[in-house]
């Protein structure tokens, strides 16, 4: 569907979140012209990205009343997806002339370099004067037919403002998701959620089990080999009677999952081996997480489902007024925040037109008996994984833009393919330089750069 090109609506506003998806969101709204304000909670922009050495005080997250750390990066974390692929549309993530010793050229940087690049591309457009920051949003309601934005300062000064829409950038991955593990009660080991981890000291000489193996627990059960005696992977997607030690370490083994675990300190695997373990760390994921917001019970957070929302974004009976950026995982992720970000800013200014809310309940509801006749669990609602083509090209057709580049599409399922069957040599060894030659000359060619990086294309 081409954007109608009627009427166009300047509006005013309200941004939560200065992270990577924020912060596009706000370029793509003053692009369209509404008057934007975006809420940081911080004092510098990057969300996730903002590394910090504190974490939780509560390592396992669970008290409710503890003070929240935003970030989950850990210190020797890299990116897990080849740069060119990572960045956003209209602001590549590539080495610039400009960039100093300081910066990390590497095709997989490590975290320092993604905050860096969200710094550039603040700069480049502007948008740090959008943003008011140690600014906490702590209620969003609706108020007739605008949005109540009540937000708090560093002081505790509390201010209460009218916007005509607010888009939600507040993250997903600071309200961790802690594994059901038999017997847990009773043993008398450490718990520690990825989420509070930043270094491996604290594991040294010490029997470590690490339950989930996808990007964290991957990488955090390698950081932990260096120092630690054992560690033992607990992975629901390796078969029940399977134990493999992995290669690249001499002290990582890779089992199925936690069968039970008990008050001597023993744990128990699905596949019968029996470790005595001082520390349980739960790479298992996150909750989505909306304090804020106050709909009168229309948005739910169910089994990790927010909804009802129309393609992971508006709210039916509340669109375009309200809407989400960013909450689809297992995808590209940038590129998803940029796309979003223009519909959204086009659906609010009018050029394009949303559906009737029947219409888009209609499209909720065969998404989730879609959905349920695959078999996928409730909370795998906003996981594209091989969903993502059909879904960002949808978006983009929705604002005019052409489809995700092809050579985009495949360098993410061939780092996806690698970070699960190379998770040790991944960032570093790869059989897809053709992919990189083409991105940089589709970069060229757009004038996003002025010449080929040549220390990268040779590496
Ligand atoms: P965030 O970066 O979390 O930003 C949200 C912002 O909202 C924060 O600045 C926060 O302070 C602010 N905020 C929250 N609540 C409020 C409030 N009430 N009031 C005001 N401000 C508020 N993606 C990739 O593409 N490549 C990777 O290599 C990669 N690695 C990852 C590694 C880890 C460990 C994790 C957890 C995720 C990784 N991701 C990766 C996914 C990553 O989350 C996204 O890339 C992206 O950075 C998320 O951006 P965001 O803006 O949605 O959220």
Redesign the pocket.
């Given at each position: 569907m081409a954007p109608a090109r009627t009427r166009v609506n300047s509006l005013h506003v309200a941004v939560?979140?200065?992270?990577?998806?924020?912060?596009v969101a706000a370029r793509e709204l003053r692009l369209e012209n509404h008057s934007v304000v975006v809420?940081?909670?911080?004092s510098k922009?990057?969300?996730?990205?903002?590394y910090t050495p504190n974490s939780e005080p509560d390592p396992l997250s669970l008290d409710p009343n503890r003070t929240i750390v935003?970030?989950?990066?850990?210190n020797s974390?890299?990116?897990?997806?080849p740069r060119e692929c990572?960045g956003y549309r209209d602001f590549p993530f590539v080495p610039r002339p400009e960039d100093d010793e300081s910066r990390d050229q590497r095709r997989y940087p490590s975290?320092r370099e993604?905050l860096a690049y969200l710094e550039d591309f603040a700069r480049e457009f502007k948008l740090v004067e959008m943003v008011r920051f140690k600014?906490?949003?702590?209620l969003v309601e609706p108020e007739g037919q605008k949005w109540k934005v009540q937000?708090k300062n560093s002081d505790g000064i509390s201010k209460d403002e009218i916007f005509d829409a607010v888009v939600v950038?507040?993250?997903?991955?600071?309200e961790p998701r802690v594994a059901h593990v038999p017997g847990i009660d009773s043993w008398p080991g450490k718990q520690i959620h990825?989420h509070n981890y930043r270094v491996p000291d604290q594991f040294k000489d010490q029997v470590v089990v690490v339950i989930g193996n996808f990007?964290?627990g991957a990488d955090i059960s390698r950081d932990i080999t260096g120092v630690a005696k054992e560690v033992h992977i607990a992975s629901r997607s390796n078969p029940s009677k399977t134990c493999s030690k992995l290669p690249g370490s001499n002290n990582l083994w890779l089992h199925s999952m936690i069968e039970s675990v008990h008050e001597d300190g023993s744990i128990v695997f699905q596949n019968g081996k029996v470790v005595q373990a001082d520390t349980i760390v739960h790479c298992t994921g996150?909750k989505y997480h909306f304090?804020?917001l106050n709909t009168n019970g229309y948005i739910t957070v169910e089994d990790n489902c927010v909804g009802p929302l129309y393609k992971h974004v508006f709210p039916p009976a509340l669109a375009p007024g309200l809407s989400f950026?960013?909450l689809p995982?297992m995808t590209?992720?940038?590129f998803m925040?940029e796309l979003q970000s223009k519909w959204v800013a086009a659906a609010l200014s009018g050029r394009v037109t949303l559906p009737s809310e029947d219409k888009m309940m209609e499209d909720v509801t065969a998404y989730y008996a879609k959905r349920e006749a695959y078999g996928q669990p409730k909370r795998y609602t906003h996981r594209l994984g091989g969903g993502q083509v059909e879904y960002l090209n949808w978006i983009a057709e929705q604002i005019g833009a052409p489809p995700g580049e092809q050579w985009r599409y495949q360098e993410i399922d061939g780092g996806y393919y690698r970070l699960a069957t190379q998770s040790d040599t991944f960032r570093d060894k790869w059989d897809d330089d053709h992919l990189i030659v083409e991105a940089y000359e589709d970069f060229l060619r757009h004038k996003l750069i002025s010449c080929l990086p040549s220390q990268l294309l040779e590496s």
């Open positions: 939560i979140g200065a992270g990577a998806a924020g912060l809420f940081e909670r911080d922009v990057g969300g996730l990205w903002v935003h970030s989950s990066v850990y974390l890299r990116t897990n997806l990572m975290h993604v600014t906490e949003v702590v937000s950038c507040n993250g997903h991955y600071t990825s990007a964290s996150y304090p804020f950026i960013g995982w590209l992720q940038f925040f």
